[in-house]
């Protein structure tokens, strides 16, 4: 048998013994970027209903904001809405007090 033919036997044998091994690392990589690309999806899904949620949110809170008519000097209009928001919110408590109170004293 020439060299040529020694090596051109031995490759084959070789592929053969290391077929069934190729075969499972096959698989393996195709199962592993199955299931790459099945998470790729679900975080891009994810990626945009959180994008979404925080377009809503930027939106709710620019309404807020601008709905300052007028601020109070040296404050910045998320300063005068939060001030509005907290004096509404004593009043309120304030109301609810003196009713309570007045049907405590009836």
């Not at 036997?9 to 075969?23: F, H």
């Not at 195709?30 to 990626?47: K, P």
Request: hydrophobic share 40%.
């Amino acid at each position: 048998m020439t060299l040529r033919a020694w090596i051109i036997t031995m490759r084959g044998r070789i592929r053969e013994a290391l077929c069934p091994e190729l075969q499972v690392l096959r698989d393996n990589h195709a199962t592993l970027l199955d299931n790459a690309s099945i998470e790729v999806r679900r975080l891009r899904a994810e990626a945009l209903k959180l994008e979404a949620e925080r377009d809503e949110a930027r939106a709710k809170y620019y309404d807020l904001v601008m709905s300052v008519g007028n601020k109070y000097p040296g404050e910045s209009r998320h300063e005068t809405a939060k001030r509005y928001i907290h004096q509404a919110e004593r009043m309120i408590r304030n109301q609810a007090s003196a009713a309570l109170k007045e049907r405590n004293d009836e």
